[in-house]
């Protein structure tokens, strides 16, 4: 198997080796557009998945009030609103506002997650990407 940055396929579909990418990450491809590379995001009518990035402040953490700080600074609508608009990332605080032109999360369908069942068929989830996707 071919080992491969998470850069590489939307290069390759930049560059025109590639006709699709799967992988959730919409905020790379208003990167490629920004750029002028004829490239489109398509939603899956089925459902597409919200790929989330928790946070928290560790219980052990050596510096927990400062950790505390930082963590209410990157939760508040300051740094969201710029990871919004520098980043294209999404953001679920009331305060901030989705980059103009781009598809509102709320008419997007969202598939559900169970972790569970992802662990526990994680082998067959594997193989079957490879065999549809051929890395």
């Not at 390759?12 to 002028?36: C, H, M, N, P, T």
Request: charged letters at 25%; glycine letters at 6%.
């Amino acid at each position: 198997m071919e080992l491969q940055s998470a850069a590489d396929p939307l290069k390759k579909v930049a560059a025109g080796e590639r006709a699709i990418q799967v992988d959730g990450a919409d905020y790379s491809i208003l990167q490629l557009q920004a750029k002028g590379e004829p490239v489109a995001i398509v939603y899956a009518r089925e459902g597409s998945p919200l790929i989330t990035g928790p946070a928290a402040v560790m219980q052990a953490a050596p510096n927990p009030n400062a950790a505390r700080l930082f963590y209410s600074w990157a939760m508040g609508s300051e740094c969201q609103q710029l990871n919004v608009d520098q980043a294209g990332l999404r953001s679920a605080h009331a305060l901030v506002r989705e980059r103009p032109g781009r598809k509102p999360l709320s008419e997007i369908k969202l598939m559900r997650e169970d972790a569970a069942a992802v662990e526990a068929h994680a082998d067959e989830i594997k193989a079957r990407y490879s065999a549809i996707f051929g890395v």
